[in-house]
Each structure stands twice: as structure tokens, then as C-alpha cells.
């Protein structure tokens, strides 16, 4: 059997991305510079692996390290007996709890933002439709001017402007998709669907440690400037993976109740909603499991969690202790990770 | 005659949901004592002004710190493809190893997937702030860390991949008396090409996302920028950072979904 000959064409094609490809890796590698490399990396590098090596068990918890003294006559020092909340378990409970209220909160946060992005099947050619849209996003726009007289106390600022200026680009959207729907026949733009796919863009891309940043000069640094940050951001993702689960939707149950004269909060209550909350339950565990992650590390910040005494052991150059924070962090991932998925197996 | 199915009693009363109900009431009332949490407190007193007031700022980007970014985005992205490659080149021989159709013995398997795990359990940032702190400021700190987080993901990817593949042609190859090398080359190889293409690219994705975080710590690229700019409280410049980061961001997204659905 002989192969089917690729045409010459197709095979330039492959020729010219292979170029391509190395051509754009050399350009990275040589472009990287690497001076201000640590001079000392090597002692550091050993010095951290030594305190890898030997954790500071110490650290755990306090209360075991009181009851280890007094029952097994352990000696361990008196700065571990007394740092209550200050210990490895207190902050990784802080941590979770800073991941669970977070996502919970976005949890319910993305799914009015996931009936925004997914795209409906009404008919797209309906131009009164559109008119009802534009009503709704007057609506929102006239909202986001009344909170920027609050948050600004009253002086009219620069964000409103951002806010017209995205509807007046939303309502030429509509008015041309219209247009083109006129002329043929056909919707170029769902533009319910893309003005929510890219409000969550936004709020996804949004880097999450600026977030925090923000809610710490918002609400004071602590664990509430994380779990704020966490359930904004989380939105993003969430209302993208919310808005795919009803798009795959079945149409049947819909259809039923529509059938059977249902009105629209019927549907949504009976139909729609219990379909999809499986899938929205899937997604959140998920994006717990990630939630995890990031709350970890959103102490840097001063968001609270372990974050901000793993920040404090690397610049004290404790190792020994970051030893510890780091086998924790791994405990909490894997078991956090295991359980929800469990959860998980269980939903789907 | 239409009757109902018969239910038991704890379906009757749905005591699972209220189960999972009363756990995850339980479960908020905990957490949000431990964070100290107070929805209202956001919302009164000036925070909402403060946060409202720093959003205003970003809101007005200063343009003219445009061309400073030029360098550290290109960086940046170098990160992110050097970091891939290496990342992704080094999960490969891992991958093999914790494939069960591709190793055998069952402890071999064990010790690579356990490695691969736990690397992925470690955040991004976390790791960025050890190596800034072993080898110092600047973008090698952040290689190594892309480089660690691109390996944990392909690693796992890739062996998944694998472990699906059509069993067909591994089987004839070995019937006609090919070597372990020759069945990798030629049987597994050329099906997980494509597999391994898309994932690469998604990795690729995720490490521009993380490629623009991790600097914050001192990782190199924009990330470091953006840190040094809110240090000196310039939020319009930093307007224009993360415009910046999200321009690029979504267009690398888009190049690569592009792609990814070319391929499959």
C-alpha cells in the first residue's frame, strides 16, 4: 500500500511552522538574561534543602506540644507552648476557611454572570429582543453609576465613563448585528453572550494577587481581604465553566414545561436549574481544589492564610520552618484534592 | 392505574440534601469565624470608597508608561515558552515511566506518579518565592518555577494520554519482534503527537497566566514591574500593566484554542 502523496503545498506548510517554531525558541532562549544570579545559590540551595531534611515539628501545634511536655516530659522549648493561632494548624484551618467562604460566595456570585455568558437559543433575528437586552444593560449601566456615587462620595469619577462607553459599544453591537441579520439572514454576533463572555474574561485575567491587594487596603489586612479576593476572582472561572454546563444543557425538560405552559421562572425552577446543578456542584468543587492553592499563597499580600508566615520564614531565612509550612501545604493540597474528588465521582 | 414510585423514608424526607445542607451551614459558620468575615463591613464605613477609589485609578491608565512594558511583557513571554519546553521535555521520559501499558512493573510506576503529584500540589507563587529566594531576583527563579509547574501538568496529562491510545499497533509491532525503543517510536509516539501538541499548548496557556503572577515575588517579567509600579502607589500605571497582561493573555488563549481545535 502505497501513502497518500501530501500535495506540496501542505508540506511547505509543515516546513514553514517547523521554522517558525524554532525560530521563535531561539529568539526566547537568547533572550534571556541571566546575570544577577546569587553568587551564594549553592550555600543557600544546600541550606534549604537542610531545612527541608529537618522540619521544625515544633511548629505543628501548640496545644500537642503542651500536652507532649506534660505527658512524655518531651522538652520542647517554651516559645512553642504559647503560640496559640500562630501555629502550622491554626493557619492551614484559616487557609481552607478562606478558600471555602470564598468559593462559596463566588459559587453564587458567577451563576447570575453564567445566564449572562451562555449563549440562548431564542431567535437571534428578533430585533424587540435586542431592544429588551439594551433595556436590561440601561439598567445595569444606571446601577453602576449609583455605586460610583457611593464609592466615591458622590464626585462623579472616571468609571462611569467606562461603563458608558462599554454600552454604547454594546448597543452599536446590537444595531449592526441587526443590521447584518437584515441584510443576511444570519447573526454574526450573540451579543448577550459575548458582553458576559467578556465581562468574565476580565475578572478571570485580573491578576488574583492584586485583588488581594486591593481588598487589603479595602477592608484592612486578615482573612477577609482574601476570601473578598478569592470570590471575585473565582467568578470568572466559575461563571465560564457554569455558562458551558448550560449551553450543553437538554432541551427536553425545558421544552416539557414549555409545552405544557410553564412560564419562564417555572422553567428555570424546575427544568432548567435542576439539570444543571450537578454540573455547577462539579465546578465548584473544582475550583475549590484551586481556591486551596491560591489561598496559600495569598498571605503574601497579607490576605492572611500560611501565605504570610511562609513570606516571614523565607525573608528570615528560617528553613528549617519553611520545611514545615511546605510538607503542610502539601498535606492540605493532596488531601483537599482527594476528597473532592470523591465528592466529585459521586455527583457525575 | 398511574401510581408513584414508592420511596424510602430517606428519600421521602430528602435527608441527604438536608445532610449536606446542615454540613455546609456548619462548615460557613466555622470558616467565617475563623476569617473574622463580615459581608456588611464591606459595604459600610469607607472600604467600599477605598477600593473604589484605587479601581478609579487603574480606571485612568497613564499611557505614557507604555513603551516601559514593551521589555519585561516580551520577557515574560520567554518565560513562559522556555519554561514549556523544558517543562514539557522533561515530563516526557516520566510520563513513559508512569504509563501502565508502557512500564510494567507496578512499583516504578508508583514512585513517578507520586512525584509527579506532589509537584502539583505545590502553588505557582509558592515555589517562584523559594527559588527568588535560593538563586536571587530575576527571571531564572521564575524558568525554574514554570519549568517545575509545566512538568508536574504534563507529566500527569501525557500519561493519561497514553494510557488511552489504541492498543493495535503496539501489539502488532511487538508480534513482529520490535524492541521497547522501536514500539515507543513508532506505535506510541506517532499517537500521542497530536495529544501531546494540545496539552503542550494548554500548558502554555496557564504558564502566561502564571508567568505575569509569579513576578510579583521577584520572578522576573511583568509580574516584578507591575510589583515595583504599586510599590511607588502608581495604580494608573499599573492600569497599564494589566490591561497589558490581558490583552496578551486573551490573545494567546485564543491563539492556542484556535490551534488546539485545529489539531483534534
Not at chain 1, 511548629?59 to 506534660?70: A, Q
Not at chain 1, 471575585?232 to 450543553?248: D, F, T
Not at chain 2, 515575588?217 to 509600579?229: E, K, N, R, S
Amino acid at each position: 500500500m502505497i501513502p497518500p502523496k501530501k500535495s506540496f503545498i501542505s508540506r511547505l506548510k509543515n516546513i514553514f511552522l517547523i521554522v517558525l517554531l524554532i525560530v521563535i525558541y531561539i529568539w526566547a532562549f537568547a533572550g534571556i538574561n541571566f546575570h544577577g544570579l546569587q553568587p551564594m545559590a549553592k550555600q543557600i540551595a544546600s541550606a534549604v534543602l537542610e531545612g527541608f531534611t529537618h522540619p521544625e515539628w515544633e511548629f505543628v501545634s501548640s496545644p500537642l506540644n503542651r500536652f507532649l511536655n506534660s505527658m512524655f516530659d518531651a522538652k520542647i522549648p517554651e516559645q512553642y507552648l504559647t503560640s496559640d493561632g500562630e501555629d502550622l494548624l491554626a493557619q492551614i484551618m484559616q487557609t481552607l476557611a478562606i478558600a471555602f467562604l470564598g468559593t462559596i460566595l463566588s459559587s453564587i456570585l458567577a451563576i447570575p454572570f453564567a445566564f449572562l455568558a451562555a449563549r440562548s437559543d431564542k431567535d437571534k433575528s428578533n430585533f424587540s429582543l435586542k431592544l429588551k437586552i439594551l433595556g436590561y444593560s440601561a439598567i445595569f449601566f444606571v446601577f453602576a453609576i449609583l455605586i460610583s456615587f457611593f464609592t466615591n462620595g458622590g464626585k462623579f469619577q472616571q468609571w462611569p465613563k467606562f461603563w458608558l462607553w462599554l454600552f454604547i459599544i454594546e448597543a452599536i453591537l446590537i444595531l449592526f448585528d441587526s443590521l447584518i441579520n437584515r441584510l443576511m439572514k444570519k447573526s454574526v454576533f450573540d451579543t448577550k453572550s459575548y458582553f458576559g463572555k467578556f465581562v468574565l474574561t476580565i475578572i478571570r485575567v485580573f491578576p488574583e494577587i492584586i485583588l488581594a491587594l486591593m481588598f487589603v487596603k479595602a477592608v484592612g489586612p486578615g482573612s477577609f481581604a482574601g476570601v473578598l479576593a478569592l470570590a471575585v476572582h473565582s467568578i470568572g472561572m466559575l461563571g465560564k465553566l457554569y455558562s458551558e454546563a448550560i449551553e450543553n444543557l437538554e432541551k427536553g425538560p425545558n421544552e416539557a414545561l414549555t409545552a405544557a405552559g410553564g412560564d419562564d421562572i417555572e422553567i428555570l425552577t424546575f427544568a432548567t436549574f435542576p439539570e444543571v446543578l450537578p454540573s455547577f456542584l462539579n465546578a465548584a468543587l473544582y475550583r475549590f481544589e484551586i481556591a486551596v492553592r491560591s489561598a496559600s499563597i495569598l498571605g503574601m499580600v497579607g490576605a492572611g492564610g500560611i501565605g504570610q508566615n511562609l513570606i516571614f520564614a523565607i525573608s528570615t531565612r528560617n528553613w528549617s520552618r519553611l520545611g514545615i509550612i511546605m510538607i503542610g501545604i502539601v498535606l492540605m493540597v493532596t488531601a483537599i484534592d482527594f476528597i473532592s474528588g470523591q465528592l466529585r465521582k459521586r455527583i457525575v | 392505574m398511574n401510581t408513584l414510585p414508592s420511596r424510602t423514608f430517606a428519600q421521602k424526607y430528602h435527608l441527604k440534601f438536608v445532610f449536606w445542607l446542615i454540613l455546609i451551614v456548619f462548615l460557613l459558620l466555622i470558616s467565617s469565624n475563623i476569617t473574622e468575615s463580615d459581608l456588611l463591613a464591606f459595604f459600610q464605613g469607607d472600604s467600599i470608597q477605598q477600593f473604589g477609589v484605587i479601581l478609579g485609578k487603574m480606571m485612568k491608565p497613564d499611557w505614557s508608561f507604555f513603551p516601559r512594558i514593551w521589555e519585561p511583557l516580551l520577557e515574560t513571554i520567554r518565560m513562559a515558552l522556555v519554561g514549556t519546553l523544558v517543562g514539557s521535555v522533561i515530563a516526557v521520559p516520566v510520563a513513559m515511566l508512569s504509563a501502565s501499558n508502557v512500564t510494567k512493573p507496578a512499583v516504578v510506576r508508583s514512585i513517578t506518579r507520586f512525584i509527579s503529584n506532589l509537584i502539583r500540589t505545590l502553588p505557582d507563587l509558592l515555589l517562584a518565592a523559594v527559588f527568588v529566594a535560593i538563586f536571587g531576583f530575576g527571571p531564572f527563579a521564575g524558568i525554574l518555577t514554570l519549568i517545575i509547574f509545566s512538568f508536574g501538568q504534563m507529566a500527569k496529562l501525557l500519561y493519561e494520554a497514553i494510557e488511552t491510545i489504541d492498543k493495535g499497533p503496539i501489539d502488532a509491532l511487538e508480534t513482529a519482534g520490535a524492541n521497547k525503543v522501536q514500539v515507543i517510536a513508532f506505535a506510541i509516539f506517532p499517537q500521542v503527537l497530536n495529544t501531546f501538541l494540545s496539552n503542550f499548548l494548554y500548558t502554555f496557556e496557564v504558564n502566561i497566566r502564571s508567568s505575569t503572577v509569579i513576578g510579583y515575588v521577584g520572578a522576573g517579567g511583568i509580574g516584578m514591574l507591575l510589583q515595583t509600579v504599586i510599590k511607588m502607589f502608581r495604580y494608573d500605571q499599573a492600569g497599564v500593566i494589566i490591561l497589558a497582561i490581558l490583552v496578551i493573555v486573551v490573545l494567546i488563549e485564543f491563539l492556542s484554542n484556535y490551534v488546539r481545535s485545529k489539531l483534534t
